[in-house]
């Protein structure tokens, strides 16, 4: 597993998990902050993101891309001129999601490595982009921008605009999404998006976004009130949360949609289950953002288990999907203050969504 560090040390850090733990056995240094991270989909280099944020000019700076050869752990760094450096690293390209133009940029792989890196390509896209999907088998990218989510056929170095899905489906209408999965099937996208206008917190409504990548259609779902984030994936689930303030009875839930195209219940909420409150619950007269704990989900990668952290408890919540039930939850030696964060692995699992989250 890799990850990428944003502190006063930034690196792109290596585990190996095993059935006795999770060991460090790579590292490398990073020119600047990480931003972003991704693979390839042959596993044999990453792509991280760099630069820092400048608050006397309000953009990004010493922005780059370092490609880290996985097998020998050597960095060759990029320098991108970027509003904001997002990325989608294929076998052959480096697709660069810029933000200052709005447009998504091929920078082939081979002249990277060889120290002569160029753009070669780029295609206009909806402005604020932020968040960015790729689907291997159809050659294409999923980036959310204010538009919604522009679809873009990324299967040469020539990179193609396809259509938008919009985020407005039906009655349901505004707001959009900043964080996109492909589903472990790869024939689903899932994000979310919220209203946050109402002024107490525990009003926000947040609707579940997921489109059919092999019919185009689209679909929101209702899932909830208060503070709902970042979903879990697994093989036909997508595992929500909601958080509401302490005060409302209903209290926290997590919500377990239905992922499977071939299913007569795709795109519906099959089950909703109740959380155990935390000690740090939020209160209705405070911002969540200012007061009060949080939460993070995961899934396995085929779908049999969920989990939700317990936010400032250092504990984890362990779901049955087949139950729809809470069947256990493990005590962990950190409060995993503000939620923690998860991430389930399964031996053999198929890299889907080669994008970091």
């Known amino acids: 597993m890799l990850f990428a560090t944003a502190g006063a040390t930034p690196e792109l850090v290596a585990l190996t998990i095993d059935g006795t733990g999770a060991t460090i056995t790579d590292r490398v240094a990073l020119p600047a902050p990480s931003v972003h991270l991704s693979v390839n989909p042959s596993v044999t280099h990453a792509a991280v993101s760099v630069g820092a944020w400048d608050d006397a000019t309000g953009a990004m700076k010493d922005t780059a891309i370092s490609v880290v050869d996985l097998s020998t752990w050597d960095v060759t760094t990029q320098p991108i001129q970027s509003g904001e450096p997002g990325l989608i690293l294929t076998d052959s390209v480096l697709f660069h999601r810029n933000a200052d133009p709005a447009q ?3 920078w082939p792989m081979e002249a990277i490595l060889g120290g002569a890196g160029e753009l070669h390509a780029a295609v206009a896209i909806g402005a604020a982009g932020h968040g960015e ?3 291997q088998e159809l ?3 999923y ?3 204010d538009d919604g989510i522009d679809v873009v056929d990324v299967s040469s170095e020539n990179p193609a605009f396809v259509t938008t899905y919009g985020w407005d489906v039906g009655d349901a209408t505004g707001g959009r ?5 492909i589903a472990a099937t790869g ?6 998006v919220t209203d946050r206008s109402a002024e107490g917190w525990g009003d ?3 609707d579940a976004y997921i489109a059919d990548l092999t019919t185009d259609e689209v679909l929101r779902v209702p899932i909830g009130d208060g503070l709902v984030y970042r979903a879990g994936i697994g093989e036909g689930y997508a595992l929500f949360f909601s958080q509401v303030p302490k005060e409302d009875e209903t209290g926290d839930r997590a919500w377990l949609l239905d992922l499977d195209t071939a299913s007569d219940t795709y795109g519906e909420v099959v089950a909703t289950i109740p959380l155990d409150p935390l000690a740090g619950q939020g209160s209705e007269a405070v911002s969540i953002w200012d007061e009060g704990e949080g939460r993070i989900a995961a899934m396995t990668p085929d779908g049999d288990w969920g989990f939700v952290t317990n ?8 779901i049955d999907t087949e139950a729809r039930e809470i069947v256990a939850r493990i005590s962990v030696p950190t409060p995993l203050s503000g939620g923690g964060y998860l991430v389930a692995v399964q031996p053999d699992m198929a890299l889907i969504d080669n994008i970091g989250k």
């Open 311 to 318: 936010g400032g408890d250092g504990t984890i919540a362990v």
């Open 204 to 206: 926000w409504t947040t």
């Open 177 to 181: 999404a900043f964080y996109l999965r």
């Open 133 to 135: 999907a790729y689907s």
């Open 187 to 192: 024939d689903s996208l899932v994000t979310y």
């Open 139 to 141: 050659g294409r990218a």
């Open 104 to 106: 998504l940029e091929s």
């Open 143 to 145: 980036i959310a921008t």
